[in-house]
């Protein structure tokens, strides 16, 4: 097997930058609920980077209530990546389970689910929360749960690989292909590369921590979306720096959406959310929904 040179990471400032930056679309800090910040919606920027259809990400305090409450998805998947604090989860695959700082809980939903979660201890939960829209043949399929430990998310130089591959290291996350969303932590003065697959053309990037410049200045809490192309994106950390990164070839479906749903047509939605509603029924005759 030959190495992937697909990506480069440089721990010191690189004296050229890419000859061809990647050009940026748009930059924006999302609107606030609370303490959690909506990023990406199906109906807004999910449209120009899907299968990235959503992004949640927040610093959210402990507390005894849940943190979204029980609620559906069909269509699409989800990936919570806990940065800091804990989180528990329920879904009526059966699973439940505790998210550790580092660790990643990845729901496909794909026919119907639901699911819920609360903060675990004292520490507030700071998270990205990630939906991916699936493609025809995965999204009125089984459902499936997976809790990824901390210890068991690939870890290349300053790269956390949490969908996809990156240097040969792969996720254990049974993902659709050609999906790529890594975690980035570099120190202040460090540049990294990241030189999508050829038929990766969709890419954003979206600060946790930290301060860089592409070259527009963007700090902790903003998302950039860049313009459709395979051009390389450089990364230079003004000061100790966190970010995730998607990349993938473009969904080549609609978006038809309803309220915890997307899917790539009228008729596949209408099958999903027949299996949220039967579910749903299931749970309010237990109790479990009022």
Do not use: C
């Amino acid at each position: 097997m030959t190495a992937d040179t697909s990506f480069l990471y440089r721990p010191e400032p690189a004296g050229e930058l890419a000859s061809h930056p990647r050009k940026i679309r748009t930059i924006t800090s999302g609107y606030q609920h609370g303490p959690i910040t909506r990023l990406v919606s199906p109906s807004d920027l999910g449209q120009w980077i899907k299968p990235f259809v959503f992004l949640d990400t927040g610093v959210v305090p402990p507390s005894a209530n849940p943190l979204f409450g029980i609620h559906p998805h069909s269509g699409i998947a989800t990936l919570t990546a806990v940065l800091e604090g804990r989180a528990a989860y329920e879904d009526t695959t059966g699973k439940q389970g505790e998210v550790q700082t580092g660790g990643l809980e990845w729901m496909r939903a794909a026919g119907g689910v639901w699911h819920d979660g609360h903060i675990v201890g004292t520490t507030p939960l700071e998270f990205f929360q990630l939906w991916v829209t699936l493609p025809p043949e995965m999204e009125n399929g089984a459902p499936e749960s997976q809790n990824i430990a901390p210890e068991d998310v690939p870890v290349v130089g300053p790269v956390r690989v949490l969908l996809g591959h990156y240097q040969g290291a792969n996720s254990p996350i049974r993902a659709p292909t050609g999906i790529t969303y890594l975690h980035v932590r570099l120190k202040a003065g460090q540049h990294w590369r990241f030189e999508p697959n050829p038929n990766q053309t969709v890419a954003w990037l979206a600060l946790h921590k930290g301060s860089t410049s592409l070259p527009e200045s963007l700090a902790a809490g903003d998302l950039v979306i860049f313009e459709e192309s395979n051009h390389a994106i450089d990364v230079v950390a003004d000061d100790d720096l966190s970010f995730v990164l998607g990349a993938a070839a473009k969904h080549p479906y609609p978006l038809v959406t309803g309220k915890y749903s997307v899917h790539t047509n009228v008729n596949a939605l209408a099958q999903g959310e027949a299996e949220i509603a039967r579910i749903g029924r299931e749970l309010r005759a237990t109790g479990r929904l009022k």
